[in-house]
């Protein structure tokens, strides 16, 4: 199509054009909880919870030193992001990659105004938490009985027996309780997730004492279809204001998946910095929906985060180095390529 | 926990969304791997795999495959080639080979070659048009009549492109408004589709529906294509946003074929796979077979050695 000049870096319009994409500015004053939603029907705000920290570094193959995970977690504390998940109290038998799970809780920086939850799959890990600092604690269940039984050798039953003790602990001391639902949209074993089962895993959790509820495409082969069911099935059950997607970016899916649960009016969303974390069921294949591109999609649509897209870039950029990998964010690799970012 | 076998999933048929009107029933895909990916790869790919690759694509079920380009090798050598594979490939039935013909010359030597449609490319900014053809829009509208002229006369069917319509690498904002213009006035000249492109990948479903509100009032929904990048990772996006708002035709290459000339070492279109995938999810029929789309995918990026930009297929495959 023509030639194509080569020095496209230097064009202040590109990096204009970036600029206002990226909101490299500041972005806009501090959200209010309150849901509201824009004439579009969209949320006017949406909560990003990071969960690079933990879920992104346990799903990477290399191990990432005690120092260099604090550095990223108070560097993600610095781009306005309101909740950061910082590691998870599991023996590090399962989870070698967590071992320091203890240092790193001590050793971070606590920003008010971010939360910085931790998963506790079990009273025992529970205790550690709170010994270490924790305020706000995570639990994992799933809406498929052969991913419990493989995961955490125990069926749905018995996992949700177990998180009943946390949860109690937790209630006991006023910290809130955030439930994970593994495999909404598919599971590895199971392959199709009927969207009854997640309602109901999701309903126990909620009943329970979890104040918010995120549903995780696991193997990330949701697509907008499977992703309007599940919802449409799980809202019958608990408040909108209490749903969260952790959408997997393995088909490509995650952002159009995201897409549908925002305007079902879904306001909470994870993702992870650089898309860091691949997926341990298809190897070489990605995992978590990157935060850099998830942020780019809401700028566009007008919704407030809270968050500086330019420092989130900042900190994929500082991980992927320590972590000596490309970054898995194409917003990063665009915008590093064109110079708008140094 | 031990490795799952992770086979491809079934079908998801939604029927409900189809049927509540949000989406269309069927989608027309427009291939263009062949074209626009392979026009923006590094390596050059010599003919009779070019050819391989188009009659790959012809198995898969596509309707619409972008052959080549006949435009000057000083210009794109990678499209050199133009009247060998032209010749070169089957052409089934009920499948379309457009090639792209950017002037009278062009036209003359692609109808010459056996094309039955052709392309032509305008954009919603002067700048890039400036840069890219060395003229003004209105300079290459009128060039581009008289391909129109001569393709009126051969029956030969015409489908526009609109480049930049949701940011400039020179201009940045590029106004809807101007995409409705230029849209217009390349429907209004005869061409029977008008394919939207987001040239740098910078649109998100906000810019999107704004640009598609407007040019819809100007050109009929059932006569515009959206053929998105994927350089900031938008692609699917945006295009299921085109999709609610009543547009059924989407470009796509296959492999996610084809870098972005203006952020080296980003991406660029989207990958047919990965849109097939959220297609058949959607419940929306496309009459493309996604295992046989991956092995062409498959066949092509070995023939590059480079990696697929398809997620479907690097999930997929069980290495």
Not at chain 1, 219 to 235: D, F, H, R, Y
Not at chain 2, 285 to 312: E, P, W, Y
């Amino acid at each position: 199509m023509g030639t194509v000049p080569s020095a496209l870096k230097h064009c202040l319009s590109y990096q204009h054009l970036l600029k206002e994409q990226l909101w490299i500015a500041e972005p806009p004053a501090a959200a209010h909880p309150a849901q509201e939603l824009q004439a579009s029907g969209l949320p006017e705000y949406i909560k990003i919870v990071e969960v690079g920290p933990r879920d992104g570094l346990q799903n990477e193959k290399v191990i990432v030193p005690t120092d260099t995970k604090i550095e990223l977690i108070n560097q993600l504390s610095k781009t306005g992001l309101p909740a950061i998940e910082v590691t998870s109290f599991v023996s590090s038998k399962w989870v070698p990659q967590m071992a320091d799970h203890e240092e790193v809780m001590r050793g971070i920086e606590r920003h008010p105004g971010v939360q910085y939850p931790v998963l506790t799959p079990n009273l025992q890990g529970f205790h550690s938490a709170i010994a270490a600092g924790a305020t706000e604690v995570s639990v994992f269940g799933a809406a498929s009985e052969s991913f419990s039984k493989m995961n955490i050798n125990c069926s749905i039953e018995e996992s949700i027996e177990r998180f009943e003790e946390v949860i109690k602990s937790a209630r006991d001391m006023n910290i809130p309780v955030r439930g994970y639902v593994s495999c909404a949209l598919g599971c590895p074993y199971e392959g199709n997730v009927v969207p009854d089962k997640v309602a109901e895993v999701s309903k126990r959790l909620y009943s329970m004492g979890c104040y918010e509820i995120s549903l995780g495409d696991t193997i990330g082969v949701g697509t907008p279809g499977s992703m309007k069911k599940m919802l449409e099935a799980v809202m019958k059950e608990i408040p909108l204001s209490a749903l969260a997607v952790h959408c997997h970016d393995t088909y490509g899916q995650a952002l159009a998946n995201i897409l549908t649960a925002i305007q079902m009016g879904v306001a909470v969303v994870d993702s992870s910095v650089a898309g860091l974390g691949g997926c341990p069921y298809a190897k070489g294949a990605t995992g978590n929906v990157a935060t850099e591109d998830v942020i780019y999609m809401l700028n566009g649509l007008g919704i407030n985060t809270g968050v500086n897209l330019h420092a989130v870039m900042e900190a994929g950029n500082f991980i992927c180095t320590a972590l000596n990998k490309k970054t898995n964010s194409k917003v990063a690799q665009a915008s590093f390529s064109t110079g708008s970012i140094n | 926990a031990p490795r799952a076998r992770l086979t491809l999933p079934p079908c998801q048929v939604s029927s409900a969304a189809a049927a509540t009107g949000a989406y269309p029933k069927r989608v027309k895909v427009v291939e263009v791997g062949p074209r626009d990916g392979l026009q923006n790869e590094k390596n050059v790919v010599p003919t009779p795999v070019k050819i391989n690759l188009i009659n790959m694509l012809s198995e898969t079920g596509l309707q619409v495959i972008e052959a080549t380009s006949f435009v000057s090798p000083k210009w794109v050598p990678q499209m050199a080639d133009h009247t060998e594979v032209m010749q070169g490939i089957n052409k089934l039935p009920g499948i379309s080979y457009p090639v792209l013909t950017p002037n009278l010359k062009g036209f003359q030597a692609a109808v010459a070659a056996g094309a039955k449609e052709v392309s032509i490319f305008g954009a919603a900014s002067e700048k890039f048009t400036q840069k890219n053809i060395n003229c003004s829009i209105e300079e290459s509208l009128e060039r581009f009549e008289e391909v129109m002229k001569a393709a009126k006369e051969v029956n030969i069917p015409v489908r526009g492109y609109v480049s930049c319509v949701l940011g400039c690498p020179y201009e940045g904002k590029i106004s809807a408004a101007k995409v409705a213009e230029v849209s217009k006035k390349m429907y209004s000249m005869g061409c029977y589709e008008i394919s939207l492109g987001d040239t740098i990948g910078v649109g998100t479903p906000g810019s999107m529906k704004e640009m598609l509100t407007v040019v819809m009032k100007e050109v009929p929904v059932g006569a515009l294509a959206v053929h998105c990048h994927d350089t900031y990772g938008q692609a699917l996006a945006n295009i299921l946003v085109a999709l609610q708002m009543g547009v059924s035709v989407v470009d796509a290459s296959v492999a996610g074929l084809g870098g972005c000339p203006y952020a080296q070492g980003a991406s660029g279109n989207v990958a047919t796979e990965d849109l097939v995938y959220m297609l058949n999810g959607l419940g929306i029929h496309t009459g493309v077979d996604l295992q046989k789309l991956m092995d062409t995918g498959t066949f092509i990026c070995n023939a590059l050695n480079r990696k697929t930009n398809s997620k479907v297929s690097q999930a997929s495959c069980r290495l």
